[in-house]
């Protein structure tokens, strides 16, 4: 089983600054199976990026995703104030799909 | 659009069973897989597994092997995942999410039900 291991645990920012958000594959993985999710409190889970680096519908150009092999990255340029969720990384090209423990974005 | 509409919340003994639906519309149901992900309190996100309705195969998380079975009925576009031998650390919200990609490729969630808080308790 592949573990995904998110840094950091919680990430405090103001609005307007900008956030790096990692995630880190126990074994390399394809970045065609790679993807990014913002859930907010009582909400499910919403998908961002998918294949590591494409937005999904619907999502502002402001959030962005890079990587490969073992190390993925999660980037929101200019954070509004609707981006404070938690962020979780997901690996779905072996089974079982894992995903990552999540990193709280908070307000500072 | 594609929306998941899941059954409502349930409580349950230790040892029982629970099951939960999820029903599909908007989009082609048969062609993309419906995966069952599970949120524990304060916790993240566990893959239980998943079925492809045009086929009709489950794959399951050898983690929850055994104690889960999930199926789907092409008819009513509904999916169905059900948990037996349950016990307190089953307690959750249980979502079904669908695949974004069709015909059974490896792929991301597009789309989710509301989730479904399962509650075992004595």
């Known amino acids: 089983e592949i573990v995904l291991t998110q840094s950091p645990g919680t990430l405090s920012l103001s609005p307007g600054e900008r956030a790096t958000l990692s995630c880190r594959a126990s074994?390399?993985?394809?970045?065609?199976?790679l993807a990014w999710y913002q859930q907010k409190p009582g909400q499910a889970p919403r998908l961002l990026i998918y294949g590591a680096s494409s937005r999904a519908s619907g999502i502002p150009d402001r959030f962005s995703g890079s990587g490969s092999g073992t190390d993925f990255t999660l980037t929101i340029s200019r954070l509004e104030p609707e981006d404070f969720a938690v962020y979780y990384c997901q690996q779905y090209g072996s089974s079982p799909q894992t995903f990552g423990q999540g990193t709280k974005l908070g307000i500072k | 659009q594609v929306h998941l509409v899941q059954s409502g919340a349930e409580v349950k003994k230790p040892g029982s069973s629970v099951k939960v639906s999820c029903t599909a519309s908007g989009g082609t149901f048969s062609s993309y897989a419906i995966s069952w992900v599970r949120q524990a309190p304060g916790q993240g996100l566990e893959w239980m597994g998943g079925?492809?309705?045009?086929?009709?195969?489950?794959n399951y998380a050898q983690k929850f092997q055994g104690r889960v079975t999930i199926t789907a009925d092409k008819s009513t576009s509904t999916a169905y995942m059900e948990l037996s031998s349950l016990r307190s650390e089953d307690t959750a919200v249980y979502y079904c999410?669908?695949?974004?990609?069709?015909?059974?490729?490896?792929?991301?969630?597009?789309?989710w039900g509301q989730g479904t808080l399962v509650t075992v308790s004595s």
């Open positions: 079925i492809i309705p045009l086929f009709g195969t489950p």
């Open positions: 999410a669908r695949a974004a990609a069709a015909a059974g490729k490896p792929s991301s969630f597009d789309y």
């Open positions: 074994q390399s993985i394809s970045s065609t199976y």
